[in-house]
């Protein structure tokens, strides 16, 4: 068996092509352009860049770009002050605060700070909270773990009902990831650390979700034949030959996996792009919610 290839690139497009006919339609009909503010703290080399290209990715489908930026050492009482400035301000739809903060900062007081309505990151505990219940709907989905959902959908996976093992509990990708699986009807176990006989409980999955940060650390032996395998990791490994003396790998091995499973995300190119692209999703359903109010 050889898995198909689950192409998130191109799905992320079809998205972002979407949203910018809906805010070009937006516009026509004399409505504002959906607004995204983001808050950066501090100088993480990575956040800078994924906050880059959230402002690029909104500049192409025509959502406005309000970037705030703090030092390292903002106080907990700043961050607050600039998030509730941001929720008073009525051409702002969308909140983002880059994660991971400064360890100083209390990221949950943070998060809850965040109108429900902008919340379009999807982790105000009181959207992660109705999202844990049955018969609750959040206003949003965190972004990854629901780019995750859309690829599953696009595979033609059968989610009600299948065995899904999420391996990885983090409260950005995989515990939400659990309880969206969960929603539609998936048979859920949550695997970590120390979670024994770890191989034997991945190889009984329909659905495999993998998220730890482990470079290639999910091999052809743990995976069931035809599973669908989603790989959210993305880990840089050492590559002599390669232009930049590294490159990019999932947390799955995804050349002998791709023997078995049938249909699996790349890295990069799987996972990855989707999450801007529910991010701006979000926040144009931020807008169209706030058209209504």
């Known amino acids: 068996m050889t898995a198909k290839i689950i192409d998130g690139k191109a799905i992320a497009a079809e998205i972002r092509g979407e949203i910018k006919v809906a805010i070009d339609q937006r516009l026509s009909s004399g409505k504002s352009k959906p607004g995204l503010a983001t808050v950066l703290v ?31 050492d903002a106080t907990q009482e700043e961050v607050e002050s600039l998030v509730r400035e941001l929720n008073q301000n009525p051409a702002i739809n969308g909140i983002l ?6 360890k100083h900062l209390d990221e949950e007081k943070i998060l809850a700070s965040i109108d429900l309505a902008k919340d379009v990151d999807g982790f105000h505990p009181i959207n992660i909270g109705r999202l844990a219940q049955k018969g609750r709907e959040p206003m949003f989905t965190p972004c990854t ?7 599953l959908e696009k595979a033609g996976a059968k989610i009600a009902g299948a065995n899904a093992v999420v391996l990885g509990r983090s409260n950005i990708v995989g515990m939400p990831l659990a309880l969206l699986m969960l929603k539609a009807n998936a048979t859920v176990t949550v695997a970590h650390s120390h979670t024994k006989n770890l191989p034997e409980l991945c ?7 993998v998220a730890i940060g482990q470079p290639e650390f999910v091999k052809k032996d743990w995976v069931k034949d035809g599973a669908i395998v989603i790989d959210v ?17 999932g947390d799955v091995a995804f050349d002998e996996v791709s023997e078995v499973a049938a249909a699996i995300t790349p890295v990069p190119g ?16 931020a807008a169209e919610l706030a058209d209504g109010a």
């Open 42 to 72: 501090g100088e993480n080399p990575a956040s800078q860049v994924y906050v880059r290209n959230k402002h690029k990715a909104c500049a192409e489908v025509g959502i406005v770009s309000y970037p705030n930026e703090l030092p390292a």
């Open 233 to 249: 990791g993305i880990n840089q490994v050492e590559d002599p030959t390669a232009k930049r003396g590294y490159r990019l790998v």
């Open 145 to 151: 773990p629901t780019g995750c959902m859309v690829l």
């Open 203 to 209: 190889s009984q999955a329909d659905i495999l979700l």
């Open 97 to 102: 605060v880059q994660l991971p903060l400064p």
């Open 270 to 285: 799987g996972v990855g792009p989707m999450t801007i692209a529910i991010l701006l999703r979000n926040t144009l359903r």
